[in-house]
């Protein structure tokens, strides 16, 4: 039943509809936006013919200068920076979509914990902001580390009396990008052309390519050829950020894979089922969270993503990656006591 969904509405998505890309009336904050990846995500919005309104936050106040930048270009929509905590709630106020991208780049040797450490301050404040001026937002979250995160954001907003499960989100497609982008080049096939269901997390033992979903199902990848690109996929960021030689993570493709998921939101909050990779509240594999292809319609998730046909090794994977997920979530949750403990 589930892969029948995913093939179905993944089928839908790929027809352009003109009269949505005709109709620009939707409000984007980016939180974050002064960084690499952030200033990307703002470049290709503001080339997106959906959004009305583009709002930039950052506590960096270079972030004025990628404001003038973007406000040159012609068209598009109209651009404003904010920066500092006192703006943020002003960053945020009355957007559809408010999009954190990630803060503490990954580099080699950084814990996930260190990254939780350095991440989860920023991500809190964001947090209170929804809850004091949009709690009907849709929020996108790219930070990592992603699995321990949207637990720790659900929990802060839980706490300010505004967690809504169907309108939070850990943006994973990059994860789908990758197994489309290595079953391509495999397969010597157009990447454009194919779908790849990722489930579990967003780390090394928790990403699960399901290759045996892959479609359109005239494409076949072998059990051997399964072992491999997944090592690909789980090892990509960790490969580019050694061929840059721990001076910056996946920029580029993070960015281009977050600027994909915020088009298909943006088709659901104009009204449509969409269907997107992505982590989120999900108890159907006997975690909190889970990640992989969700339905999302204008009011939020429609359905979350839920059990597929697996081949042997991708069950095998799964098992293994249970635990670890719960682990990592309870973590996530946790980590809202010990910031308070820490503060008070």
Request: charged share 5%; net charge positive; hydrophobic share 50%.
């Given at each position: 039943m589930a892969q029948k969904i995913f093939c179905c509405l993944f089928a839908t998505q790929l027809k352009k509809n003109t009269l949505i890309l005709q109709k620009r009336n939707v409000q984007v904050s980016v939180i974050g936006a002064a960084s690499d990846i952030g200033s990307y995500v703002s470049l290709f919005l503001k080339r997106n013919s959906k959004v009305s309104k583009l709002h930039l936050y950052d506590d960096d106040d270079r972030i004025k200068g990628t404001e003038l930048e973007l406000s040159n270009l012609p068209g598009g929509p109209s651009v404003s920076a904010f920066i500092g905590d006192t703006n943020l709630e002003q960053a945020i106020h009355s957007s559809n979509l408010v999009v954190m991208v990630s803060r503490m780049p990954r580099k080699p040797g950084n814990t996930r914990e260190q990254m939780l450490g350095a991440n989860a301050?920023?991500?809190q404040r964001l947090c209170k902001?929804?809850?004091?001026?949009?709690?009907e937002a849709f929020v996108a979250i790219s930070t990592n580390p992603i699995?321990?995160?949207?637990?720790?954001?659900s929990t802060v907003m839980y706490k300010y009396g505004c967690y809504n499960p169907s309108k939070m989100f850990g943006i994973t497609h990059i994860d789908t990008s990758r197994s489309r982008s290595f079953v391509a080049k495999a397969l010597k096939i157009n990447a454009q052309e194919i779908q790849v269901p990722v489930i579990g997390g967003h780390s090394d033992k928790t990403i699960i390519p399901l290759f045996s979903n892959l479609t359109p199902r005239n494409y076949r990848i072998e059990p051997c050829q399964a072992d491999m690109l997944t090592r690909l996929v789980r090892?990509?960021?960790?490969e580019v950020v050694m061929h840059k030689h721990g001076a910056e993570s996946s920029t580029l493709a993070m960015a281009w894979s977050i600027n994909e998921f915020i088009d298909i939101i943006l088709d659901a909050i104009l009204g449509y089922r969409v269907v997107v990779n992505c982590y989120t509240a999900n108890s159907n594999f006997g975690t909190k969270f889970f990640a992989g292809p969700t339905s999302v319609g204008p009011h939020g998730i429609i359905q979350a993503c839920c059990h597929f046909p697996m081949s042997e090794f991708e069950s095998y994977l799964l098992n293994r990656c249970i635990p670890i997920l719960s682990r990592e979530v309870l973590e996530g949750e946790k980590y809202v006591e010990f910031m308070e403990n820490v503060k008070g």
């Open positions: 301050p920023l991500i902001a929804i809850a004091a001026q949009n709690q699995n321990y995160l949207i637990p720790f954001a090892k990509a960021g960790t």
